[in-house]
């Protein structure tokens, strides 16, 4: 596992203001608060505790590192949010539905920034967010850095326009692919979300990830969720299964799995082995053009798992592939694969 400097390139700030070396840390690894007048010292001096993952292993930045200073960073930005998903995991934090009580602090920290290359911003749903967006517009005039957009696509068309303006790429969350069966787990109307990746996939500067999220009202969208997706112009097609959070989500972040664990085996084996078939059979019929493509596809090993698939059955079949479902991690992952401390 690669030592990695990961306050440096993964720096997370979440809705109370809390600043951890990556969106993964847990408690005892917090730096401080964004409201400290010496967090950014604290963020480049930062000695960590022991802390590994799959991706890497937190070590201190050398000092060639802490002054090229802070190049990537992760904001969860309030709990403001157009849906409400069943499984929604804010609902356990006391943040929920509120909105962000620290821009000023934001905007201080920012400014100090130099080096910043990318940002990936989340919620909440940002774009309902109005003090966000001004934010983030006026994060793009200073650094003119890459900006990353986790959202649930809800968009007016009318605002198409300025959404793009101010990202660069869209990690887009499908909680089904019907009108129901949206409906009934977000809230949502999934003709406007496909809507608007069906435009974001038409412009050539930006980069679109669908993401569909697995659980037993919607195992029959998933094929043609896929099929769907292979008529865009996009980057990654995510598939991962629902979770629910734990009740002590805010003090520990443990999540549990959702209910595709506790399924009735003599009701749902056989409509799980019927979808597993047109499961596999998709990548089988499809494989060329996503070769061809370069479509990455990250498929959580428990949905391999779900369908009695094996857990390499993406790569033995040759389709590009990454381990991790976050679009956080995936840009970590890039950062430790073409990393360079002397540059």
């Known amino acids: 596992m690669k030592p990695f400097p990961c306050h440096l390139y993964m720096l997370y700030i979440n809705e109370k203001g809390e600043v951890y070396p990556c969106p993964r840390a847990k408690q005892e690894n917090l730096i401080g608060l964004v409201s400290e007048y010496n967090i950014l010292e604290k963020v480049l001096y930062y000695q960590p505790v022991r802390c590994n993952c799959s991706i890497c292993e937190i070590r201190p930045a050398n000092i060639r590192e802490s002054q090229r200073g802070i190049i990537n960073t992760n904001l969860e930005i309030g709990g403001e949010c157009n849906g409400a998903c069943v499984y929604c995991f804010q609902k356990t934090l006391s943040t929920f539905r509120k909105p962000f009580?620290?821009?000023?602090?934001l905007y201080r920290f920012y400014e100090q920034l130099n080096n910043l290359k990318y940002t990936t911003i989340f919620g909440g749903e940002v774009t309902v967010q109005k003090h966000t967006m001004k934010f983030i517009s006026e994060l793009r005039d200073k650094h003119h850095n890459v900006v990353n957009l986790v959202t649930n696509g809800m968009i007016p068309s009318e605002r198409y326009d300025t959404v793009c303006r101010n990202f660069d790429s869209f990690q887009v969350t499908f909680n089904g692919f019907s009108k129901t069966s949206m409906y009934y787990i977000a809230k949502l109307d999934y003709h406007v979300t496909k809507s608007f990746c069906e435009y974001v996939s038409n412009k050539a500067d930006k980069i679109l990830d669908v993401?569909?999220?697995?659980?037993?009202?919607?195992?029959?969208?998933?094929?043609?969720?896929?099929?769907?997706?292979?008529?865009?112009?996009?980057?990654?097609?995510?598939?991962?299964?629902?979770?629910?959070?734990?009740?002590?989500?805010?003090?520990?972040?443990?999540?549990?799995?959702?209910?595709?664990?506790?399924?009735?085996?003599?009701?749902w084996d056989e409509i799980i082995s019927r979808v597993s078939c047109?499961?596999?059979?998709?990548?089988?019929?499809?494989?060329?053009?996503?070769?061809?493509?370069?479509?990455?596809?990250?498929?959580?090993?428990?949905?391999?798992?779900?369908?009695?698939?094996?857990?390499?059955?993406?790569?033995?079949?040759?389709?590009?592939s990454e381990k991790t479902i976050s679009i956080t991690c995936k840009a970590w992952a890039k950062y430790i694969d073409s990393y360079d401390p002397e540059v």
């Open 278 to 320: 047109d499961f596999e059979n998709f990548f089988l019929k499809n494989i060329n053009e996503i070769k061809r493509r370069n479509i990455n596809f990250i498929i959580n090993k428990d949905v391999l798992d779900f369908f009695k698939l094996p857990v390499d059955f993406i790569e033995n079949n040759g389709i590009p």
């Open 101 to 105: 009580l620290y821009y000023k602090e």
């Open 211 to 267: 993401k569909f999220l697995l659980s037993p009202l919607v195992i029959n969208d998933l094929i043609e969720f896929l099929e769907w997706s292979l008529t865009l112009n996009v980057s990654h097609i995510m598939v991962y299964y629902a979770i629910i959070p734990s009740d002590n989500y805010e003090q520990t972040g443990n999540r549990e799995v959702s209910s595709l664990e506790c399924l009735e085996p003599r009701y």
